[in-house]
């Protein structure tokens, strides 16, 4: 395994893996402070790929709180011993600097209901112009044939295949099922952050969205009675949603009746750690996805 900084030594290390017979490349784009989800998708994408490339890069361009980005954990060595361990060929771990180097101007912008609902309402849609950017130099640095990402974070991949589409980056985007620790909590480089006391209000998340799902499994359809169940669940614990969402999987419209598939999406700050979480309902179990 090799780990680069730069973009010119990651291009040099892929041309050669190419030149040796490496016919497609995968890549994993991650902040680091690896867990078993990024494991997942190293997985899969080893599974599908001759070279698997991971991306550590904790995109401050995506930050819309500098306390946020700074403290979000950056563990490098024993990222690099689990890339190593999940049998990654190159990790890609460039500084700010290589990234946006001085004179920088470029930012690539999905417009719309994509990054103005949810997350970009509540974070802010510069949060997205930096997802955007920052996974578009990654797709085009590593030519990459297939990149891996999270379901977890529903819109993002949504973000990441329009704008691979409307650029014509030709990388097969596949999304991944969500990974969670035994009581539910999707597992996020965020939960470290968390007090054993946040951390058990926490679980109140996917709770909430179990909630959600189990009633439309008796019959509820109205989301206004299932939005009372999940925030009944939620203030239990003493959480205030940012969000509570009920909406259209691809377009991210608000619904008002579940009579087709239906993605629920939670935000909320426990203590000052900002957790996200979803569920698709109507599509079990969660499905992997490609385009
Ligand atoms: P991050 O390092 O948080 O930017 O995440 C990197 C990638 O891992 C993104 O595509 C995330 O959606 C994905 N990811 C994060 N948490 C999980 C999880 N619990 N299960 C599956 N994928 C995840």
């Not at 190419?18 to 497609?24: D, E, I, L, N, V």
């Not at 470290?192 to 109140?204: G, K, M, N, P, Q």
């Not at 509570?244 to 203590?271: C, H, K, M, S």
């Amino acid at each position: 395994m090799r780990v680069v900084r730069t973009i010119r030594e990651l291009r040099a290390e892929l041309a050669e893996r190419r030149g040796a017979g490496a016919a497609r490349v995968g890549l994993v784009p991650t902040m680091g402070a690896l867990h078993e989800g990024h494991l997942s998708l190293l997985r899969a994408a080893r599974a599908e790929n001759d070279a698997v490339v991971l991306s550590i890069f904790v995109n401050p361009k995506q930050f819309t709180e500098g306390a946020d980005l700074d403290a979000y954990p950056r563990t490098e060595v024993s990222d690099t011993d689990a890339a190593e361990a999940a049998d990654v060929d190159i990790v890609f771990a460039p500084a700010a600097s290589e990234m946006y180097p001085a004179g920088y101007a470029t930012t690539v912008s999905v417009g719309g209901a994509l990054t103005e609902t949810l997350e970009g309402a509540g974070r802010g849609t510069a949060h997205f112009d930096g997802v955007a950017t920052v996974v578009a130099k990654l797709l085009i640095a590593v030519g990459a044939d297939a990149a891996y990402f999270g379901q977890k974070d529903a819109q993002q991949l949504l973000v990441v295949r329009r704008m691979a589409a409307d650029l014509g980056i030709p990388t097969r985007i596949v999304s991944c099922p969500t990974q969670r620790d035994d009581d539910g909590l999707a597992l996020s480089s965020r939960n470290t952050l968390l007090s054993d006391e946040e951390r058990s209000r926490a679980v109140a998340i996917p709770r909430a969205l179990q909630a959600v799902r189990s009633a439309v499994l008796e019959g509820a359809r109205d989301v206004a009675e299932l939005r009372t169940i999940a925030l009944s669940m939620l203030h239990a614990s003493n959480l205030e949603p940012e969000y509570l969402a009920f909406a259209d999987p691809a377009t991210l419209e608000e619904v008002a009746v579940i009579d087709r598939p239906v993605l629920v999406a939670i935000a909320a700050r426990v203590g000052a750690v900002r957790l996200i979480d979803n569920l698709l309902l109507g599509s079990e179990p969660e499905q992997r996805e490609e385009s």
